[in-house]
Nanobody, 123 residues
């Protein structure tokens, strides 16, 4: 089964930046659509960003576009989420997700999920 392992979270101050990584196991990494979600305490899981398997489509939550950037490195089987100008409202567990490209590109629908990495932004 595909496994996703997030890393790069931590405790930062408002205004700081973080770059999260998601390591992807399994064959044919290049043919998976990838996404990032987050879940804050007492809130439902929220879509953050997505990138299609061929990188032709990139989507962001409306409130995050301009601050967050999703990218991937196929040679490292890794997807990244660069987060800038962080504020306390960004505090959440951030999850990586993957979907086989044969399912079609839906930036909010995935088949595999990581365990998450905690991002805490102090004020």
């Amino acid at each position: 089964q595909v496994q996703l392992v997030e890393s790069g979270g931590g405790l930062v101050q408002a205004g700081d930046s973080l770059k999260l990584s998601c390591a992807h196991s399994g064959r044919s990494f290049t043919k998976y659509n990838m996404g990032w979600f987050r879940q804050a305490p007492e809130k439902e899981r929220e879509f953050v960003a997505a990138i299609s398997w061929n990188s032709l489509f990139i989507n962001y939550a409306d409130s995050l576009e301009g601050r967050f950037t999703i990218s991937k490195d196929n040679t490292k089987n890794t997807v990244y989420l660069e987060m800038n100008s962080l504020n306390p409202e960004d505090t959440a567990v951030y999850y990586c997700a993957a979907a086989d490209f044969l399912r079609g590109y839906n930036p909010t629908r995935y088949d595999f999920w990581g365990q998450g990495t905690q991002v805490t932004v102090s004020s």
